[in-house]
């Protein structure tokens, strides 16, 4: 404060120029360039992806993840259940390729590629939590069988989309591998599909020959073949062949009459509208006009009736379903309430219904939980359905990340790839609100299927980046000295 009240005059380096002081004045000389301000720190997610991987280069590891690219094919096409249609012959694919790949995971780093991700973590969690209610099942022996067969067949496929992809050239790979698969749905639901009550149903398959199975599925993988169709540089050709593939699929999904499937649809459309550009959400809308159009006119008159009811319409067939899925949905909860920890234990809420209504004087019905979610939570306990729903948010959260990423960045592919797999979670977890599918490989693939995808990803955008020739530091500009102004 002194100092400011001082006569003193300043010293030099600090002292402006004053009137009547000519002289040229230095130019303003500068310490070091200017740079551009430091970059906010680094995600963990980004400093796990860009570290080197040790196998990546592995010839071994290499064969491993193809064996696993065909697993994932064999389940995905559902393949072997057609050739033992046609052919009545068994040839055990799958003991061809998962053999292979598990040692890839064990031997390779796999294990701790796929939990990495704390989707995977909780997903584990939720088959740790099957395991820990079993013994508290209503009806053990049936239980035991479910969360063996689970965790044999299904749970596995956490670390085989999982473990194994190390580079985005494999994580593209996994992505191909799923739309080749929807390829052979279409073609298997072109072949062997027939109409009963209005409704398509699959000759072809045990899996997925229930009508809203079959649409569920054509739900998850149809946005695999949709990544082919996009991007700069496909062919036209490409383009038109994968356009028909789509069209086609959406027919079958409709062809089903599953009200649940229409309104997977309805979402898929809205979160498409939300994410892509201009062009594309008008071309999303034309599609969906004509599409909407085209159905009315071709679609049998008992499907269009049964989808119709979904907005009020009567139909008799599909009322009395609605009253049965309200019914084992109200149970479903009735069950979580009375039996929060444990649940009546896994894959046994048929069972416990049926047994208690008929306990109780009544005739029971039966029938699977018609959703997913309160299935977990009847059967496996609130804990199991706490994993179970927080892996999946993760997943969509890591996917979403990089997407949003990919986008802002200019990274093309990846962010199609991203985008193509949100709109198949999108649509298959709406379908599953409808239909019991919680101890299905479809679900651990996804959630592994994600943390590949997404370390891969980071990965691919990290190396591009300290790859690209820097750009040279801009300096400031230097103003011309300032004229002396005469006294």
Same mark, same amino acid.
């Given at each position: 404060m002194g100092r400011l009240l001082s006569n003193k005059p300043l010293t030099p380096r600090a002292s402006a120029p004053t009137l009547g002081a000519p002289g040229p004045v230095a130019p303003l000389k500068l310490s070091r360039p200017l740079t551009p301000?430091?970059?906010?720190?680094?995600?963990? /997610?980004?400093? &796990? *992806? @860009?570290?080197?991987?040790?196998?990546?280069?592995?010839?071994?590891?290499? %064969?491993? %993840?193809?064996?696993?690219l065909g697993a994932l094919f064999f389940r995905f096409s559902v393949l072997p259940e057609v050739i033992y249609y046609?052919?009545?012959?068994? /040839?055990?694919?799958l003991y061809f390729v998962v053999p292979p790949a598990a040692i890839g995971i064990l031997f390779f780093g796999?294990?701790?590629?796929?939990?990495?991700a704390?989707?995977?973590?909780?997903?584990?969690?939720?088959?740790?939590?099957?395991? @820990? *209610?079993?013994?508290?099942?209503?009806?053990?022996?049936?239980?035991?069988?479910?969360?063996?067969?689970?965790?044999?067949?299904e749970v596995i496929f956490l670390v085989l989309a999982g473990g194994l992809v190390v580079t985005w050239k494999e994580a593209r790979a996994v992505v191909y591998t799923i739309a080749a698969a929807a390829v052979v749905n279409l073609a298997t639901a072109r072949l062997f599909t027939q109409t009963e009550n209005g409704r398509?149903?699959?000759?072809?398959?045990?899996?997925?020959? #229930?009508? #809203?199975?079959?649409?569920?599925?054509?739900?998850?993988?149809?946005?695999?073949?949709?990544?082919?169709?996009?991007?700069?540089?496909?062919?036209?050709?490409?383009?038109?062949?994968?356009?028909g593939c789509l069209l086609y699929g959406?027919?079958?999904?409709?062809?089903?009459?599953?009200?649940?499937?229409?309104?997977?649809?309805? /979402? !898929?459309? @809205?979160?498409?509208?939300?994410?892509?550009?201009?062009?594309?959400?008008?071309?999303?809308? &034309? /599609?969906?006009?004509?599409?909407?159009?085209?159905?009315?006119?071709?679609?049998?008159?008992?499907t269009r009736a049964r989808l119709a009811s979904l907005f009020g319409e009567q139909h008799k067939e599909a009322d009395e379903s609605a009253d049965l899925?309200?019914?084992?949905?109200?149970?479903?909860?009735?069950?979580? @309430?009375?039996?929060p920890v444990f649940g009546v234990g896994p894959d046994q809420f048929v069972n416990f219904e049926g047994t208690s209504a008929l306990a109780a004087g009544g005739r029971g019905n039966w029938h699977a939980t018609h959703n997913t979610f309160t299935q977990v939570s009847s059967e496996c306990g609130i804990p199991a359905f706490l994993f179970f729903v927080s892996a999946l948010i993760?997943?969509?959260?890591?996917?979403?990340?990089?997407?949003?990423?990919?986008?802002?960045?200019?990274?093309?592919?990846?962010?199609?790839?991203? =985008?193509?797999?949100?709109?198949?979670?999108?649509?298959?977890?709406? &379908?599953?609100? %409808?239909?019991?599918?919680?101890? !299905? =490989?479809?679900?651990?693939?996804?959630?592994?299927?994600?943390? &590949?995808?997404? %370390?891969?990803?980071?990965?691919?955008m990290q190396a591009t980046k300290a790859a690209a020739p820097a750009r040279p530091a801009m300096p400031l500009p230097i103003r011309p000295p300032i004229a002396p102004v005469s006294a």
């Open positions: 301000a430091p970059r906010p720190s680094v995600p963990p /997610l980004t400093q &796990a *992806a @860009i570290a080197p991987d040790p196998w990546e280069n592995d010839a071994i590891r290499k %064969f491993a %993840f193809y064996a696993a046609v052919t009545h012959v068994q /040839l055990y694919l796999g294990l701790q590629r796929t939990f990495r704390r989707a995977a973590v909780l997903w584990l969690g939720f088959f740790a939590w099957m395991v @820990i *209610a079993t013994p508290f099942s209503t009806w053990k022996s049936g239980s035991i069988t479910r969360t063996m067969d689970y965790g044999r067949y398509v149903v699959l000759e072809a398959s045990g899996t997925i020959g #229930n009508s #809203n199975d079959l649409a569920a599925h054509m739900m998850l993988v149809l946005p695999f073949l949709l990544f082919v169709m996009l991007g700069r540089g496909r062919s036209i050709f490409i383009r038109i062949a994968v356009l959406i027919w079958v999904v409709l062809g089903t009459a599953s009200r649940g499937a229409l309104a997977a649809l309805a /979402l !898929t459309l @809205i979160l498409l509208l939300a994410r892509a550009s201009m062009a594309q959400r008008i071309a999303a809308l &034309a /599609l969906a006009v004509v599409l909407g159009a085209g159905a009315l006119a071709v679609l049998p008159g008992q899925r309200w019914y084992v949905f109200k149970k479903s909860v009735e069950y979580t @309430i009375k039996h993760l997943a969509w959260r890591q996917i979403a990340r990089v997407h949003k990423k990919a986008k802002r960045e200019g990274y093309e592919e990846i962010a199609n790839a991203c =985008f193509c797999y949100m709109l198949a979670m999108a649509g298959y977890l709406s &379908a599953l609100v %409808f239909l019991s599918g919680a101890y !299905t =490989f479809y679900l651990p693939a996804m959630v592994g299927i994600s943390g &590949a995808m997404g %370390f891969a990803a980071m990965r691919q």
